[in-house]
């Protein structure tokens, strides 16, 4: 049974830092790219960064360009974002999603993160 | 940020048949890429329902198909049911610089 079980989530002060993660059962990371896909309270879906299945490329979201960092880990068959200089405006639950040609099949639970003071 | 428009809200009754459009640009459904939809409940993870324009996803029932014409793309609902309300989403490759994927605005389906 394929799962991605997140973790990472929870309460950060404006200007912080944290890492979210996303661990893999089932399909291997290293064989497939991956998204992460928020959504913040009250609003749509909106893709935020992905890796290739190779690990060689990835992609962000204007966003949050430039202060965050996608990765994945082939020994923990995981995958992580980090985030920095957060803001209120990336309060939101994040998804970790499986890309298997343009769009994603197996999704993980999703974490909430909230950027508050 | 590129997206894809649709419309905030589609109702029907249980029985009926409902559409909802999604409508891009020139650098996601007006250059080809494929659309692809996904419905999503409150607290839960989104789910894929049609990949590559009008492909089922694996166990989704044949009450939903989608279309899809140059720029714009159509999900449809037919003989809807009461636990068919929730957000639809469609969502596509885009080929501009700030973008990688895009989703549409959402679309409440009401029963």
């Known amino acids: 049974e394929v799962q991605l079980v997140q973790s990472g989530g929870g309460l950060v002060r404006p200007g912080g830092s944290l890492t979210l993660s996303c661990a893999a059962s089932g399909i291997s990371v290293s064989d497939d790219g991956f998204v992460w896909v928020r959504q913040a309270p009250g609003k749509g879906l909106e893709w935020v960064a992905a890796i290739t299945s190779s690990g060689r490329y990835t992609y962000y979201a204007i966003s949050i360009k430039g202060r965050s960092t996608v990765s994945r880990d082939i020994a923990k068959n995981s995958l992580s974002l980090r985030l920095s200089s957060l803001r209120a405006e990336d309060t939101a639950v994040y998804f970790c999603?499986?890309?298997?040609?343009?769009?994603?099949?197996?999704w993980g639970q999703g974490t909430l993160l909230t950027v508050s003071s | 940020q590129s997206v894809l428009t649709q419309p905030p809200s589609v109702s029907g009754a249980p029985g009926q048949r409902v559409t909802i459009s999604c409508t891009g640009t020139?650098?996601?459904?007006?250059?080809?890429?494929?659309v692809h939809w996904y419905r999503k409940f409150p607290g839960t993870a989104p789910k894929v329902l049609i990949f590559g324009n009008n492909n089922r996803h694996s166990g989704v029932p044949d009450r939903f198909s989608g279309s899809r014409s140059g720029s714009s793309a159509s999900l449809a609902i037919t003989g809807l049911q009461a636990e068919d309300e929730g957000e639809y989403y469609c969502?596509?490759?885009?080929?501009?610089?700030?973008?990688?994927?895009?989703f549409g605005t959402g679309t409440k389906v009401i029963v």
């Open positions: 020139r650098s996601n459904l007006g250059e080809g890429y494929d």
């Open positions: 969502q596509s490759y885009d080929s501009s610089l700030n973008a990688h994927y895009v």
């Open positions: 999603a499986r890309d298997v040609g343009n769009y994603f099949d197996f």
